[in-house]
């Protein structure tokens, strides 16, 4: 799990970013380093197995309030963690393995599947994933700039 290069990279506490490997362009992101591990908004969560190995079926919604770009996703189970949510709530989750393109690197996390409806980001980015090369300053937004425009009309204009 190495970033493209070995020096840091500033980043806002909220950034656009991409998901290749998901066939998702863009999603904005909440770059938080209170929390460990990464978490995706996941839906239609089934887990299943391929070759003997515990496999997991779900949804990912890149938008806030639409459904367009769904995009139906297969991945290998990387493992199951017990996660405190912000509210103090504890729940198993799945973890799957991601790449991240974040202000034009890449970097492999470890990404809990989990309903983000309520939640103001589709996506958070945790530690262990900014550790890979990021330096988040807080008081700053969207320092890799923002997404096209017309991408963030699918996002009702909440870029």
């Given at each position: 799990?190495?970033s493209?290069?070995?020096?840091?990279?500033?980043?806002?506490?909220?950034?656009?970013?991409?998901?290749?490997?998901?066939?998702?362009?863009?999603?904005?992101?909440k770059?938080?380093?209170?929390?460990?591990?990464?978490?995706?908004?996941?839906?239609?969560?089934?887990e299943?197995?391929?070759?003997?190995?515990?496999?997991?079926?779900?949804?990912?919604r890149?938008?806030?309030?639409?459904?367009?770009?769904?995009?139906?996703?297969?991945?290998?189970?990387?493992?199951?963690?017990?996660?405190?949510?912000?509210?103090?709530?504890?729940?198993?989750?799945?973890?799957?393995?991601?790449?991240?393109?974040?202000?034009?690197?890449?970097?492999?996390?470890?990404?809990?599947?989990?309903?983000?409806?309520?939640?103001?980001?589709?996506?958070?980015?945790?530690?262990?994933?900014?550790?890979?090369?990021?330096?988040?300053?807080?008081?700053?937004?969207?320092?890799?700039?923002?997404?096209?425009?017309?991408?963030?009309?699918?996002?009702?204009?909440?870029?």
């Amino acid at each position: 799990m190495k970033s493209s290069s070995h020096s840091s990279t500033i980043a806002g506490w909220r950034e656009w970013a991409s998901l290749p490997g998901l066939g998702v362009a863009w999603i904005k992101v909440k770059l938080d380093t209170g929390a460990r591990s990464s978490a995706l908004h996941a839906f239609d969560l089934e887990e299943f197995e391929r070759d003997g190995e515990p496999w997991v079926r779900f949804g990912v919604r890149p938008w806030q309030g639409s459904d367009e770009d769904d995009v139906r996703v297969e991945l290998p189970v990387h493992d199951r963690r017990l996660v405190r949510s912000s509210s103090g709530h504890t729940a198993e989750r799945i973890v799957v393995l991601l790449d991240v393109v974040l202000l034009g690197r890449t970097v492999t996390a470890e990404v809990t599947l989990t309903n983000r409806d309520e939640m103001g980001f589709r996506m958070l980015v945790g530690r262990e994933a900014l550790r890979q090369g990021f330096v988040v300053d807080s008081g700053r937004s969207f320092v890799g700039g923002r997404a096209p425009k017309h991408a963030r009309r699918r996002n009702r204009g909440r870029a």
